[in-house]
């Protein structure tokens, strides 16, 4: 991997796409080649944490660095789960920029992998949610990166079902999807259709509902591991990654 790996040079991200929040809520991207340790930062990711672009090497020392103090063990401990587990994830935490300023931030990230499967590299974006009611831009980040726009009302309608049969409210309903997409290495719009499909096929919940459902997702077969555009979001609540 290019040490500089400049976005004029690639192709945009799919998952830059799906983040797109606009000029109101600045948005830069990062990526670290786990193979070498070398991280990049795009010119957003500087400008957030008060550097000028590239005046500095970027690193986990130096990402560490700036988080706040009181984030700081939580958001290393997940940066090292992410690592061994290669999970989606999405999270909010505070840094402390080079002016002393204290900012919120959303962190989403996914892993990729080699051939035989390694977690070799973990791209992301990093957004200022600074201006912004953190739990409801939280939650928007969090159903446009696990769900499609045109994938939406399947999603939504699988969530209604676990909402219904395990007494969840919306956030819960799309985690346990989300977990179970993530294991089987499917695409999350694909789980909730084979959900539901598996559920109207049997006659609707009936009543056994929580075991009807529970049933329907313990029955995925594993999925191709992920593809470009289906990454999924593994919400995590709470403190996060750098």
């Known amino acids: 991997m290019p040490t500089d790996p400049?976005?004029?040079?690639?192709?945009?991200?799919?998952?830059?796409?799906?983040?797109?929040?606009?000029?109101?809520?600045?948005?830069g991207q990062y990526r670290v080649d786990l193979r070498t340790g070398e991280w990049w930062w795009s010119e957003e990711v500087y400008l957030l944490h008060g550097l000028a672009p590239d005046s500095v090497v970027p690193s986990a020392g130096l990402l560490a660095q700036h988080k706040h103090p009181?984030?700081?063990?939580?958001v290393l401990r997940d940066l090292a789960l992410l690592r061994t587990t290669g999970r989606p994830f999405s999270t909010s935490h505070r840094i402390v920029d080079?002016?002393?300023?204290?900012?919120?931030?959303?962190v989403t990230g996914q892993a990729r992998r080699d051939a035989s499967g390694a977690v070799v590299e973990v791209i992301g974006m990093m957004i200022d949610t600074s201006a912004a009611h953190e739990d409801a831009l939280r939650r928007e980040v969090t159903r446009q990166v696990a769900v499609g726009l045109q994938d939406r009302a399947v999603v939504d309608q699988a969530k209604g079902v676990i909402m219904a049969s395990h007494g969840l409210d919306p956030d819960g309903a799309l985690d346990l999807l989300v977990v179970h997409a993530s294991e089987s290495s499917r695409r999350l719009p694909d789980v909730a259709r084979e959900l539901i499909d598996s559920i109207a096929a049997g006659g609707g919940l009936g009543g056994r509902a929580k075991d009807r459902?529970?049933?329907?997702?313990?029955?995925?077969?594993?999925?191709?591991v992920s593809r470009p555009g289906g990454a999924q979001l593994f919400r995590r609540k709470g403190a996060v990654t750098g």
């Open 6 to 27: 400049s976005p004029r040079r690639r192709r945009r991200d799919p998952l830059a796409e799906a983040l797109s929040l606009g000029r109101a809520h600045p948005t």
């Open 70 to 74: 009181d984030d700081r063990d939580t």
């Open 98 to 106: 080079a002016r002393g300023r204290t900012k919120t931030v959303t």
């Open 213 to 224: 459902v529970d049933a329907c997702l313990a029955a995925l077969e594993p999925g191709s």
